[in-house]
C-alpha cells in the first residue's frame, strides 16, 4: 500500500515537473513573439523620446515568463537597446513600449487602460478576449500551436502600425 | 573538279559557300547570345522570385506559422521550371517544404547564406535569405529544372536553320537571276567565238548590249573580228599580187642567171688584178722593210754624233777646266818670276864682294871700317828678307805643283773615262758624282755656286762609267748654266746646286736640283727632243744624248719644275737590278 503511495506521489512529482517545463517552453515562445511583434510594427522616432533612445518591455501584474524575457534582453529592437520592467503599479507604465498584461490584472486592466490611453504603447496579453476588450494583441492557442489575434482599430488609435506580413499570420483581425 | 565547272558553277558554288559561311558564322553567334541572355533571363527572374517569397516567409518564420509559409511555397507552383522549394531556420531546422515533381524526391539543403546560387546539370538551386530587421532568421532553396532553357534553345536553333535555309534559297535563286543577267553575254561570246574558229567566218559578230566590262570585252572581240577581217581580205590580195610578182620573179631569175655569167667573168678577171696587186704589195712591203733599217741606221749615226758630242761636252768641260787650272799655272810662274826679279840675293853678293875685297883682314874690317860694321846688321836683314822670299816662293810653287797635279789628275780621269767606254765595271754612284764634280769645279767657284751633296750610302754597281759621267756632267752642266742664267736676271738669288742619291726599292737615283732659271710647263715635254735648246750657246742635243744614254743603260731621266724661276731637278733612275755587284 505504502509502497503505491510511493509511487503514486512520484509520478505526481513527474508531472508537476512536466507542467512546468511546458509552462517555461510556451512563455520562452511568447516572449520571443513579443520581440518579433516590435519587428513588424512600423516604430516612428517619436515614440523613442520619452524613453530617451531605450525600448522598454513592461510586464504588468505577476510575471509568468521567469527568465525568458531577461534572456532576449541583450537583443535589440529597431536598433535600440531593451528595457525590461516588471511593475503592478500602472502609473509606472507610461514610458513602455510594449505592456504585457498578466493574468493576474484580469480584473481591472480595462479601466485602468482606458482611464490613461497613452500613444505608441502596444498591449499584449494572455487574457481571454483581450484584443476584443480594449487590448491590441491577444495569445490564443488554435490546435496546440500558439497564435495570436489582433486588435487593428484600438492599435491604430494609439498609433500603431502593423506590417501587412504580420497580419497576414495572425489569427484573427479585429 | 572545281576547274572543270562553268563560269556560272564556279560562280554560284563560291557564292553559296560564302553565303553559308557569314551566315551560319552568323547564327552561331547570335544563338550563344541568345542561350547565354536567357540562361542570365531564367536566373535573375528565379532570384527575384526567391527574393519576393523570402520577404513574405519572415513572419511565418518569425511566428513559426508552417501553414502559411507553406501555402507561400506553394505559390511558387505558378512558375513551371522550380521543382522544389524549402525554408531551413538559422539552426538549420527544416521549416517548410514544398515539393513539386512528382518523378523525384528532393532534400532541402543545409543552412548556407554563403553561396546564392548551384548549378547542377539541368537542375539550379537559388538561395535566398529570409531577414528580420536585417538579421538573417533563416533561408529559402527553390531548385528549378533549367528545361525551359533547353526548349528555348532548341526552338530557336529550329528557328534559325528554317530561316537559314530559306534565305540561302531566296539568296540562290536571286542570285543566278543575277549570274544569268551577267555571264549570258559571255556565253553568247564564247559561242561566236567557237563559231568563228570552226567555220572560219570572220563575218560573224557577237551582240553588244551593257557598257559594262563584258560591253568592252564584246566590243574589242567585234573590233578584233574587224580587223582579221580586213588584214585576212588584204591577205588576199597581196596572195595574188606575190602570184604576179613570183611570175616575174622568175623571169628575173633567167636573166639574172645570165648576168651571173658575166659577173662571173667579171671577178675572175678582178681576182687576176688582185693577185698581182698583191704582188706589188709585197715589193712595196720590202721596201718599207729596206727603208726602215736605212732609217735605223741614219738613227744609230745621229746616236753616235750625239754621243761623240757628249764625249766632246766631257773633253770640253776637261779642258775648260785644263784652261783655268793652266791659268793660275801662269799666274803662280808669273808670281815667282816677279818675285825672282825682285830678290835681295844680289845685296849678298854685293856683301861677298866688299869681303872679298877685304879678305886679308875680315875682322879688320868689320870691327872698324864704317862700312864693315854695317855688314852683320845688313845680314841680319838680309836673311830676313830671303827667308821671306823663300816662304812666299814655297808658297807658290807649292800651289803651282798642286795645279799640276789637278790638270794630271782630270786629264787622267778623262783618259780613265775615255778608256772605259762601252765596259761595264764596279763603280761608286758618289765617288762618279765626286769626279763631274771636280770637272766642273772651276765654274762652279766662278759663279759662287755652293754645292750640296745629300749621298745616301748605296752599294757598288756594274756600270758602264763612261755613260753614267756623261749625263752627270751634262745634269751639272746644265744646273749651273741655269743658276748662271737666274744670276743674271737677279743678282740676290741664293745659289745652290743639291745632288742627292738615294735608293728605292729596285732602282737608285742621282738627282741634281738646281735654284735656277727653271723650266716653263710648256716646255717640260720637249726637253728631251732633239735639237730643243732655250740657251743661245747651246747645241739642243745634250739632255736628248743623255736620254738616250740613261736609256742604254736600262734607266731614264725625269725632270721636275714649277715653273720659270722657281728652279729645276732632274733625276736620272737607274734599275738596280743587273747593276748590283753579286759576290
Known sequence: MSRILVVLVLMQV????????????????????????????????????????????????????????????????????????????PEELNECHIVYVSISKESNYEEEFNSMPRMYMLTVSDIKDFSAKGGMIEFIRVKKRIKFNINVNKSQEAGIKYRSQLLEVAEQLR | MFRKLSIKSKLLTVYIVITGLVLGTAFVIIMSININSSKTNIISGLKVVGEIVADRCAAPLAFSDVESANS??????????????????????????????????????????????????????????????????????????????????????????????????????????????????????????????????????????????IGVLVGSFNNMLDQIQERDNSLLKEKEKAEISAESARQYASETEKINLELEIEIRERSRIEDELSDLNETLEDKVVER?????????????????????????????NVGNVLNSVNVSASLIREQVRKSKVENLSRVVRMLDEHRDDVPGFIGSDEKGKQIPKFLSLLSDQLGAEKKLMYKELDDLSKSIDHIKNVISMQQSY???????????????????????LQGMQRHGIEVVKEFEKIPMLYLDKHKALQIVINLISNAKNAIKDEGEKDSEKEKIITIIISKESEQVSIEVKDTGIGIEPGDIKHLFEYGFKKRRDGHGYGLHHSAIVANELGGKITVKSEGLGKGASFRLIMPIEGNVEHD
Not at chain 1, 30 to 45: C, G, Q, S, T, V
Not at chain 1, 69 to 77: A, P, R, W
Not at chain 2, 297 to 308: C, M, T, Y
Not at chain 2, 429 to 439: G, H, R
Open chain 1, 14 to 89: 513527474t508531472m508537476f515537473a512536466i507542467a512546468e517545463t511546458k509552462v517555461s517552453k510556451e512563455y520562452q515562445l511568447k516572449a520571443a513573439y513579443m520581440l518579433n511583434f516590435a519587428r513588424f510594427i512600423y516604430w516612428p522616432e517619436e515614440a523613442f523620446k520619452v524613453s530617451s533612445g531605450m525600448f522598454n518591455i513592461c510586464v504588468y501584474g505577476e510575471s509568468p515568463f521567469g527568465e525568458s524575457l531577461d534572456k532576449l534582453s541583450t537583443k535589440k529592437i529597431k536598433n535600440k537597446n531593451i528595457n525590461l520592467k516588471y511593475t503592478s503599479i
Open chain 2, 418 to 440: 775615255a778608256g772605259s767606254v762601252g765596259v761595264r765595271e764596279k763603280t761608286s754612284l758618289s765617288d762618279l758624282v765626286e769626279d763631274a764634280l771636280k770637272i766642273n
Open chain 2, 292 to 320: 726602215t733599217a736605212e732609217l735605223k741606221e741614219l738613227n744609230e749615226k745621229i746616236g753616235d754624233v750625239a754621243r761623240s758630242a757628249g764625249m766632246a761636252e766631257v773633253a770640253s768641260g776637261v779642258l775648260h
Open chain 2, 72 to 213: 507561400n511555397l506553394r505559390a511558387l507552383s505558378s512558375h513551371s521550371s522550380i521543382v522544389y522549394a524549402c525554408i531551413r531556420t538559422t539552426e538549420n531546422e527544416q521549416f517548410s517544404e514544398y515539393n513539386l515533381d512528382v518523378e523525384e524526391v528532393f532534400q532541402c539543403d543545409d543552412y548556407n547564406v554563403e553561396v546564392p546560387l548551384k548549378i547542377n546539370n539541368y537542375l539550379i538551386d537559388i538561395y535566398s535569405p529570409i531577414y528580420l530587421e536585417g538579421q538573417p532568421i533563416g533561408v529559402l532553396q527553390i531548385k528549378a529544372r533549367l528545361n525551359e532553357l533547353t526548349e528555348r534553345t532548341v526552338k530557336s536553333i529550329k528557328i534559325s536553320m528554317l530561316v537559314f535555309v530559306g534565305l540561302m534559297v531566296v539568296s540562290v535563286v536571286v542570285s543566278r537571276r543575277v549570274m544569268d543577267l551577267i555571264i549570258e553575254p559571255i556565253t553568247k561570246l564564247k559561242d561566236v567565238a567557237q563559231n568563228v574558229t570552226s567555220n572560219q567566218d570572220y563575218s560573224l559578230r557577237a551582240n553588244e548590249s551593257s557598257n559594262d566590262e
